[in-house]
């Protein structure tokens, strides 16, 4: 994500004192995915214009490529949602869209100067628009699978939030059931803390929130070849091996904590996931958030 601005927890306050309730998210079972409906998804992303997106992956990559990369990663991303058990799947764009874009989708433009007015807008957009709950995802992530997306919406039956943290200290997905651009605006993006001043920002507001496992982003080569290993069948690793990466390795050491979350046509079926198993929720914290804590991503973006 892009810098964002610093600010106040606004509502925060006034909302802390409830305390969050508690609440799980539903368990997948024998690799059967589990159902959501009831929710919509939004994806948040740019057009893949070389020299616009990934710029982190140059070099080694020329900004073609790199732009190539992030299309394909979109693509990969956009068909998860679209084979998601929602009613409503939605792309907040900045940019124009392309062949990437399937069917089935409703194109809104990103409104907003920093990434934390763009994410508060896109829920805003999307809730108004379609009064039902929101799980909102960046273009960072090729490897999401549909029961994960399917697994957020469900959660948001039982949770008021739900949350994916990226393993650099980001966000890869964000869920609520009743937007509120006070959850977003003012958390600093694109520092290494910025999934934990996100959470924090959630629980000072008395939400329960269901937990995801961890997704590594897309913003580096060693990234982008240790995604591509872990999702062999998307459109991304193939992407990346016609740019002559050559045998994907194994995924290397254990990514780098610090930085972002994230900004589909259909790929042969990826393999199926780990079981997930129950879902953690997230324990209360006490205290209020300072709006000035570093934190960010890349949009889900």
């Known amino acids: 994500m892009t810098g964002g601005r610093d600010g106040t927890a606004h509502r925060d306050a006034a909302r802390a004192g409830a305390g969050p309730r508690r609440g799980r998210l539903p368990r997948e079972d024998g690799g059967r995915a589990v159902r959501g409906g009831g929710a919509q ?26 732009a190539a990369l992030a299309a394909a990663a979109l693509a990969d991303t956009l068909g998860a949602v679209a084979a998601a058990p929602v009613d409503h799947r939605v792309i907040a764009l900045r940019g124009g869209t392309g062949p990437w874009l399937p069917p089935g989708f409703t194109v809104v433009p990103q409104r907003g100067a920093g990434l934390d007015e763009r994410l508060a807008a896109a829920f805003d957009d999307a809730h108004r628009a379609c009064p039902l709950p929101v799980v909102l995802i960046g273009m960072d992530t090729p490897q999401v699978s549909s029961l994960l997306l399917a697994t957020a919406v469900a959660g948001l039956a039982t949770c008021d939030a739900v949350f994916g943290p990226a393993t650099d200290g980001g966000f890869w997905l964000l869920g609520l059931r009743r937007p509120d651009p006070a959850l977003l605006l003012g958390v600093p993006m694109s520092r290494p803390t910025t999934g934990a001043v996100q959470l924090r920002r959630l629980r000072a507001a008395g939400l329960s929130v269901g937990m995801l496992p961890p997704l590594r982003d897309v913003d580096t080569a060693e990234d982008a070849l240790a995604v591509a290993s872990e999702a062999p069948s998307s459109r991304f690793a193939a992407a990346l091996a016609g740019l002559g990466a050559g045998v994907l390795p194994a995924a290397g050491p254990a990514p780098r904590r610090g930085r972002r979350p994230s900004d589909g046509s259909g790929p042969a079926p990826r393999p199926p996931p780990r079981p997930l198993g129950p879902l953690r929720r997230s324990g209360p914290m006490t205290g209020r958030l300072s709006g000035a804590s570093p934190d960010a991503t890349d949009p889900p973006a």
């Open 41 to 66: 998804v939004v994806v948040i992303a740019k057009e893949p214009v070389p020299g616009q997106v990934k710029t982190r992956l140059t070099p080694p990559f020329t900004p073609e490529e790199a």
